[in-house]
Nanobody
């Protein structure tokens, strides 16, 4: 069974930094795109950043210049370095990955979510 396990959330003051990690586990053939989404109370889930297997990056305008997404393909892990955090970054952050099982079609997986709270 494929799982995405996140870590690194917490409480931080305005202007501070946090680094999120998400590791895939289980049996599969390969992992395509990996990314981070977030959902604040009362809001829809939104894209934060995505990185393709080849390293192409995409960021939401609201985090450009402050957040950096990266991945370690050897460890099937994606990271999100968050700097200069603002109160509006407060949300539950979800890891997402397109994972292809051997002989099967790609399936979209989600992590359980990790809370990030930025206090002013």
């Amino acid at each position: 069974q494929v799982q995405l396990v996140e870590s690194g959330g917490g409480l931080v003051q305005v202007g501070g930094s946090l680094k999120l990690s998400c590791a895939a586990s289980g049996t599969y053939f390969w992992i395509n795109d990996m990314g981070w989404y977030r959902q604040a109370p009362g809001n829809e889930r939104e894209l934060v950043a995505v990185i393709t297997r080849g390293g192409t990056l995409k960021y939401a305008d609201s985090v450009k210049g402050r957040f950096t997404i990266s991945r370690d393909n050897a460890k099937d892990t994606v990271f999100l370095q968050m700097n200069s955090l603002k109160p509006e970054d407060t949300a539950v952050y979800y890891c997402n990955a397109g994972i292809r099982p051997r002989g099967g079609m790609e399936v979209n997986y989600w992590g359980q979510g990790t809370q990030v709270t930025v206090s002013s």
